[in-house]
């Protein structure tokens, strides 16, 4: 992939991008008291801020509010498992230069590697599917490219099933009584212990907070996938 002019420009990595969305959010406000003589003398040297209130931020901020600073390797590993599966099955291409059939068949063959038995083949398949709803962002130049495939890929895989699966898995991981009492067991729980975990919640929140929010740019069946998802999410709130 090369930039105008024909010179290669290095693709953007999410986590830098959420780094920097990160930077520019972390401000902290007092709320409920009057400010002191000290406070007062401080804000003369202040600009002001504007605040923009809702019910969530932008989605690159969100993404940058999902993972912690301890997480952000992950980001890595999660575009490893897809382009080592990716590199044998995607024919010789990139995902953005494949036809959309193309890309249905392919999340086909990942949505059949999560009812595998073995965890870490599992684990690998639901990475590769993480890798494609935070937008492909290696194969990107751009924040608005990396925001394109990232709602293309959501609505895709919403189409696809794919929240179904999810579900389906996060409840045997729920049920599954044995993890949770090696869990108990051990003196420190890290990250690893929670991986297949925080990959299925991952992935099931990209997919909430990109179909909730409506862009000029959609097209117009994702309008009505949308209502869809509102409905099966009801529907899951009270199973």
Same mark, same amino acid.
């Given at each position: 992939?090369?930039?105008?002019?024909?010179?290669?420009?290095?693709?953007?990595?999410?986590?830098?991008?959420?780094?920097?969305?990160?930077?520019?959010?972390?401000?902290?406000?007092?709320?409920?008291?009057?400010?002191?003589?000290?406070?007062?003398?401080?804000?003369?040297?202040?600009?002001?801020?504007?605040?923009?209130?809702?019910?969530?931020?932008?989605?690159?901020?969100?993404?940058?509010?999902?993972?912690?600073?301890?997480?952000?390797?992950?980001?890595?590993?999660?575009?490893?498992?897809?382009?080592?599966?990716?590199?044998?099955?995607?024919?010789?291409?990139?995902?953005?230069?494949?036809?959309?059939?193309?890309?249905?068949?392919?999340?086909?063959?990942?949505?059949?590697?999560?009812?595998?038995?073995?965890?870490?083949?599992?684990?690998?398949?639901?990475?590769?599917?993480?890798?494609?709803?935070?937008?492909?962002?290696?194969?990107?130049?751009?924040?608005?490219?990396?925001?394109?495939?990232?709602?293309?890929?959501?609505?895709?895989?919403?189409?696809?099933?794919?929240?179904?699966?999810? #579900? *389906?898995?996060?409840?045997? %991981?729920?049920?599954?009584?044995?993890?949770?009492? !090696? +869990?108990? @067991?051990?003196?420190?729980?890290?990250?690893?212990?929670?991986?297949?975990?925080?990959?299925?919640?991952?992935?099931?929140?990209?997919? #909430? *907070?990109?179909?909730?929010? %409506?862009?000029?740019?959609?097209?117009?069946?994702? !309008? +009505?996938? @949308?209502?869809?998802?509102?409905?099966?999410?009801?529907?899951?709130?009270?199973?």
């Amino acid at each position: 992939m090369e930039a105008a002019g024909g010179s290669s420009v290095p693709a953007p990595r999410l986590k830098e991008l959420c780094r920097h969305q990160r930077r520019e959010s972390e401000v902290s406000i007092s709320f409920g008291r009057g400010p002191t003589d000290r406070q007062q003398q401080g804000s003369l040297d202040l600009p002001n801020l504007e605040f923009e209130y809702g019910d969530s931020d932008s989605i690159v901020a969100e993404l940058s509010e999902l993972y912690s600073y301890t997480e952000e390797p992950e980001f890595a590993a999660n575009r490893d498992c897809f382009e080592e599966d990716f590199a044998i099955h995607g024919r010789g291409k990139k995902w953005v230069e494949l036809e959309e059939n193309e890309h249905k068949s392919y999340l086909m063959r990942l949505l059949d590697g999560l009812e595998v038995i073995n965890k870490e083949k599992r684990i690998k398949f639901a990475r590769a599917i993480l890798y494609l709803a935070q937008g492909v962002f290696d194969d990107c130049y751009t924040e608005t490219e990396v925001i394109h495939w990232a709602r293309y890929n959501v609505f895709l895989l919403y189409e696809m099933g794919t929240f179904g699966a999810l #579900v *389906e898995l996060l409840n045997m %991981e729920i049920d599954n009584s044995q993890t949770c009492s !090696s +869990s108990l @067991r051990k003196p420190a729980i890290s990250l690893a212990d929670s991986t297949e975990l925080r990959v299925l919640l991952n992935i099931m929140y990209l997919m #909430v *907070e990109i179909i909730r929010c %409506e862009d000029e740019d959609d097209k117009p069946e994702w !309008s +009505s996938a @949308r209502d869809g998802f509102r409905t099966e999410l009801n529907i899951c709130k009270d199973m």
